[in-house]
């Protein structure tokens, strides 16, 4: 009874449950019936899950709950106090006495771990706990916020060890399952080279057959076992840059969603007064916020600016210049230039072309001719990275 209390929830569970209520009965708290779930069970689970998915993506509410709470943790050090509320209206905290229920489930035989699931839905705890899957406050030490990552792919591995598995039955487990556990977490905070390098450790002893503190050879280095097929390996992740490939995936979307919630409350936050790429750590930067920057370096090397209305890009700082060398402008030897003036300033909007007398002197004729080739923009647009 115990194994079955605590082992996960099914979809084919949820499904059963789901068509065993009475069509007709009372609609639940959205408005709708039993039968409209029976009806278009399929619908609801293919698409309304991945529309709901795609319109609200987990991990911008993560980003969203992480500067709550850096936020209220910078607030403790100045003498006006702010906090926060966590409201769960259906928790029974005043008609349950804590204690004589716990001594009840366990007099009864039931696991500790069904009991500690059972209790922590009752009682107030001293911290808010997790937030999507993922700790809602983290301490200074990085690697240690994240171990609890490492102990459940060591939890997973012990459990395929007592298995007699094929090596390509190991490819499986390590691709779609071990390294699917950090994949949340490493979307917005940048793991610390030790703990990659520990999961790799992991991986590796499991790949290799190692049971416990016996020694086994690793016959090719994990490193090159991530190599692709194509050249004779596995085609195995490397984790640090993984992580650093999905932060700046998110980068990207902090620059093409500027109107969605979590990039405008990173705006006002960090950058209010210019654009992402012009943005800077600061002296009191979330874990989140540091992790991004870091991702946004690396994104940035592939992108440059298309000019519309020249007010964001910086003449000779950006990369604005489709086909030419480094995609920037390179000013003369002895020449002195302002690194802050924008694309706008060599523009004559009136008779849609190029003024480049301001800088002419500045310039060589291969710049010169590379930047009449651009095509003029209208600007009633902003400048976009692309």
Same mark, same amino acid.
């Given at each position: 009874?115990?194994? =079955? ?20 009965? =009372? ?139 094929? %090596?390509?039955? %190991? ?78 995936? %998110? ?38 916020? =540091? ?41 003369? =030897? ?53």
């Amino acid at each position: 009874m115990n194994a =079955a209390l605590t082992s996960p929830i099914l979809e084919v569970e949820v499904k059963e449950a789901v068509f065993q209520m009475g069509g007709m009965k =009372a609609p639940g708290p959205n408005g709708f019936q039993g039968m409209f779930y029976q009806t278009y069970w399929d619908t609801i689970l293919a698409e309304v899950q991945g529309t709901m998915k795609d319109f609200f993506e987990i991990q911008d509410n993560i980003i969203l709950a992480h500067e709550v709470f850096h936020y209220l943790k910078l607030r403790k050090s100045k003498k006006v106090f702010e906090m926060g509320i966590k409201l769960d209206m259906n928790k029974a905290y005043d008609r349950v006495e804590w204690d004589f229920l716990e001594a009840v489930m366990i007099r009864m035989g039931f696991t500790m771990r069904w009991v500690e699931l059972i209790m922590s839905c009752i009682i107030t705890v001293d911290n808010p706990g997790k937030y999507l899957g993922l700790p809602t406050i983290w301490g200074r030490s990085k690697r240690k916020a994240l171990l609890y990552i490492k102990e459940k792919i060591m939890s997973k591995i012990q459990g395929w060890k007592q298995q007699l598995l094929l %090596q390509v039955g %190991q490819e499986v487990l390590l691709k779609a399952m071990v390294q699917a556990v950090p994949a949340y977490p490493m979307h917005i905070f940048a793991f610390p080279s030790k703990i990659c390098k520990e999961i790799d450790s992991l991986m590796a002893n499991f790949w290799w057959g190692q049971n416990g503190n016996e020694k086994r050879i690793h016959w090719i280095s994990w490193n090159s076992l991530g190599l692709s097929k194509q050249s004779g390996r596995m085609g195995f992740r490397d984790l640090h840059e993984f992580n650093l490939a999905l932060i700046a995936k %998110q980068c990207w979307r902090l620059i093409t969603e500027p109107d969605s919630l979590w990039a405008k409350t990173l705006k006002d936050l960090y950058f209010p007064n210019e654009n992402f790429v012009q943005a800077r750590k600061g002296s009191r930067a979330s874990w989140a916020w =540091a992790s991004l920057l870091q991702g946004g370096d690396i994104r940035l090397q592939g992108s440059h600016w298309q000019v519309l209305d020249g007010s964001q890009v910086r003449l000779w700082v950006d990369n604005w210049i489709p086909g030419f060398e480094g995609g920037r402008l390179q000013p003369a =030897a002895n020449g002195t230039v302002d690194l802050e003036q924008t694309v706008n300033s060599i523009t004559n909007f009136d008779n849609c072309n190029w003024d480049l007398n301001p800088i002419r002197h500045l310039i060589d004729d291969r710049a010169a001719e590379a930047i009449a080739k651009i095509k003029f923009a209208s600007p009633k647009n902003k400048d976009r990275l692309v």
